[in-house]
């Protein structure tokens, strides 16, 4: 019995451990299975061409493949692949295709799961199996689509402002209850937008003048699906149109004009978009701020994302190449909307105390004042090598400047003072371009070295000459310049880098300096007329009377008759004649008696002069150089003094061009112009002549081969004078003998023409 029962016993106990043993395997065997499920991940995606026009891609995971959740879009064309449980070990999101329909593939990972989006450039018949640890998705081209061209995309993942086209489907779907209108106090228009849940996402962006809101995988009430007039309001807003599509819901804002600037924010599930109606100089300083924003526009929406992850997002987004160093560190939190890449990177590093270095298409982040370290650190090394580079002797013939000038210009000297016109005269000095210009002789002695003629013009351009000097310097501290003047070459020895500087500098400038024809014409016109009648009338004792009458025309005086001979009667009663010497006269013995004779002369003049003076001064002369031409007489004038006693000086009286044209890049002609025309002039009573002097000086602005009229000078002078003897002149009849008229109508005119001509044979191109 109790053997029995020991034996039953055993047996249940034998039986109860294998039962154990059993739910030991198996648990052993899910958590196995667990492992392996937790673990699963993408490792690689390949693309390959496959018989018959198809276009096969290839998934391979870390572990047997499960079986994915296919869905397709038709617009925008694309296959969406669901693998839950599975993650992400790919090294980047986003890989650029372009191999027939299919454009590019875009990997998102969400909490469990994650999404491999086929972006097509239309939608395609598609199958997908599974193949151990590899999914294969096998495109084939419809027969629309066989003979279609299609379109090579470079990044065709980037969407301005809507990114949310491959995150629509990895957020709930959201809703909008209501669509209001509101005006502000000064002018503003907002449009409320009641929200089913407030964390939607919304992008704006600007297209064809309206304003575009976004929301993605929003629905939208049919209700609400419509357009709304708002223009009577007063606002920058004109219409408001909300559309919804299997995807998205759209709410467009039609705007009144360009002059407003728009915000938004949203709270509690409500969002406000407000715009603000500006003024046109206040829409001229809004858009120069942004002006320096020119990047892609993009949306980003993180929270305590680390700050080195957002960097790369942008770097991916903008294909830069981004280099941030160790000591960029820390998490950001941020939503934006519709903003440059440019600008969000910006503010990024303004959150975070960060600065950029940007050469070519790399972007160096770093800490503030860290980029500042490097240059120096750079610049340091660069002077270290500059100092152990050797130097290099070069011998550069300069053409059509002066090798002085260059010489200056290598130091960091304006070359003004030196003659920017051309080579000067040898000697003392010469005149170039309306400044005093030393001589090469002075400057440069044979071909010594540049030294005290560089601390004369330092002086000479003041204390503020040095820093200026060291500012625009080409040479380097060990660099030196010197001159031959005789063969007007430049010297330089220098190091291999900075000699380049130099030879580039000398190519650039010394290019030959375009040449103007400055033609001048002066027309000078003058219609004089001149009339006097004049009476001269009186008695005159005669020495003897004889018996004849006599009277003579043409004379002067008024003769009588004696018996010794004629004899000129001067005692007048009348004596109103013309002042000058009459053309013509008629005298005349009126009465005779006794010893008297009663005498009338009638004199008249009359002058009519017309004439025209045609003065044409032309120069040909170097663009910016001052040129002068004068034709003329020199009067002498004698005068006394103390000590040197009677001398003897001379004045010009001269027709005198004086001119400094400039040509501008339109190929017009700038030209500060003096025109002189003096010309002696007889002046009544005075020992030495007098000088007439007419001058115009003036800017002008003329076309080439045009023809101005700088300016005129009209005179006109009308005299009408009468002398008359009182009461006697007013007699009737007999009046004219006690009057003498005098007319006088003068006109003068003088015009200046110019003309400037390019001479086009000899043009300078930069």
Not at 652 to 677: F, W
Not at 708 to 715: D, H, N, R
């Amino acid at each position: 019995m109790n053997i029995k029962q020991g034996d039953m016993m055993g047996g249940r106990m034998v039986r109860h451990r294998d039962a154990y043993i059993c739910l030991s395997v198996l648990l052993l065997m899910f958590q196995i299975t667990f492992v392996n499920a937790a673990g699963l991940a993408i490792s690689s995606i390949d693309v390959a061409s496959m018989p018959g026009d198809k276009l096969q891609i290839q998934m391979e995971m870390t572990g047997p493949a499960i079986a994915p959740k296919v869905f397709q879009t038709d617009n925008p064309a694309r296959i969406a692949l669901d693998f839950p449980g599975v993650a992400n070990g790919l090294e980047k999101k986003m890989f650029p295709i372009n191999q027939g329909s299919v454009s590019s593939i875009y990997v998102a990972e969400a909490a469990d799961r994650v999404r491999v989006v086929v972006n097509l450039a239309e939608s395609m018949p598609f199958d997908t199996k599974i193949e151990g640890n590899r999914v294969l998705l096998s495109l084939k081209h419809s027969q629309s689509a066989q003979h279609m061209p299609v379109a090579s995309v470079t990044r065709p993942f980037i969407r301005k402002s809507t990114p949310s086209s491959v995150a629509a489907g990895l957020i709930p779907e959201q809703g909008i209850r209501g669509i209001d209108f509101k005006r502000g106090d000064n002018g503003e228009g907002r449009i409320l937008v009641s929200l089913e849940n407030p964390d939607t996402i919304v992008n704006t962006r600007e297209e064809g003048g309206n304003v575009v809101l976004s929301f993605v995988n929003t629905r939208l009430p049919d209700n609400l699906a419509k357009r709304l007039d708002v223009s009577e309001f007063a606002t920058p807003v004109k219409t408001i149109a909300a559309t919804s599509s299997s995807r998205e819901t759209t709410i467009t804002a039609g705007m009144q004009n360009s002059l407003y600037d728009y915000s938004l924010f949203q709270s509690e599930g409500l969002l406000t978009v407000e715009f603000r109606p500006l003024t046109s100089e206040e829409k001229e300083i809004l858009d120069s701020k942004r002006e320096k924003y020119k990047g892609d526009r993009l949306s980003l929406n993180f929270q305590d994302i680390d700050i080195r992850s957002v960097i790369a997002i942008l770097a991916e987004f903008t294909g830069q190449n981004v280099v941030a160093g160790d000591d960029v560190a820390g998490t950001i939190t941020l939503k934006m909307d519709d903003v440059p890449w440019d600008e969000a990177l910006d503010f990024i590093m303004m959150t975070k105390g960060l600065e950029k270095f940007e050469s070519g298409n790399v972007i160096l982040i770093a800490p503030v004042g860290r980029i500042k370290e490097y240059k120096e650190k750079q610049e340091a090394t660069e002077k270290v090598v500059e100092q152990l580079e050797p130097l290099v002797t070069e011998y550069i013939k300069i053409n059509y400047a002066r090798a002085e000038n260059f010489r200056n210009l290598l130091n960091g000297l304006d070359t003004g003072a030196f003659g920017a016109c051309g080579s000067g005269l040898t000697g003392s000095g010469s005149t170039s371009g309306g400044a005093t210009t030393a001589s090469a002789s002075s400057l440069t002695p044979g071909s010594q070295s540049y030294g005290q003629g560089q601390q004369g013009q330092a002086q000479a351009q003041g204390q503020g000459g040095n820093a200026q000097n060291e500012r625009f310097k080409i040479l380097s501290g060990r660099g030196s310049a010197v001159v031959d003047a005789r063969t007007n070459t430049l010297i330089i020895r220098e190091t291999a880098k900075k000699l380049e500087e130099a030879k580039k500098l000398i190519r650039r400038l010394d290019l030959p300096v375009r040449q103007v024809m400055i033609e001048v014409r002066i027309a000078a016109a003058n219609n004089n007329f001149a009339k006097q009648l004049g009476v001269r009338f009186g008695v005159a004792k005669q020495g003897s009377a004889g018996d004849g009458k006599k009277f003579a025309i043409g004379g002067l005086g008024t003769q009588g008759n004696s018996t010794s001979g004629a004899t000129t009667v001067t005692d007048t009663l009348v004596e109103l004649g013309t002042t000058a010497n009459p053309y013509g006269a008629l005298g005349m013995t009126l009465a005779r008696g006794a010893d008297y004779v009663l005498n009338l002369e009638l004199s008249a003049l009359q002058d009519q002069n017309q004439g025209e003076l045609l003065s044409n001064p032309r120069v040909l002369t170097s663009d910016r150089c001052r040129a002068t031409i004068k034709s003329g007489v020199q009067i002498p004038y004698q005068t006394t003094s103390g000590n040197l006693g009677t001398t003897t000086i001379f004045v010009d009286a001269a027709l005198v061009l004086d001119v400094t044209p400039q040509i501008t890049p339109s190929g017009s002609v700038v030209m500060a112009l003096r025109v002189t025309k003096d010309a002696p002039s007889i002046v009544a009573g005075a020992t030495a002549p007098g000088i007439n002097t007419q001058q115009l000086e003036t800017n002008v602005h003329v076309m080439d081969g045009e023809t101005v009229v700088l300016g005129g000078v009209f005179q006109g002078t009308l005299n009408n004078n009468l002398n008359k003897v009182p009461f006697f002149g007013d007699l009737p009849g007999v009046g004219f003998l006690f009057k003498r008229t005098i007319k006088q109508d003068d006109k003068n005119e003088l015009l200046i023409f110019v003309t400037p001509k390019i001479v086009k044979d000899n043009v300078a191109v930069n």
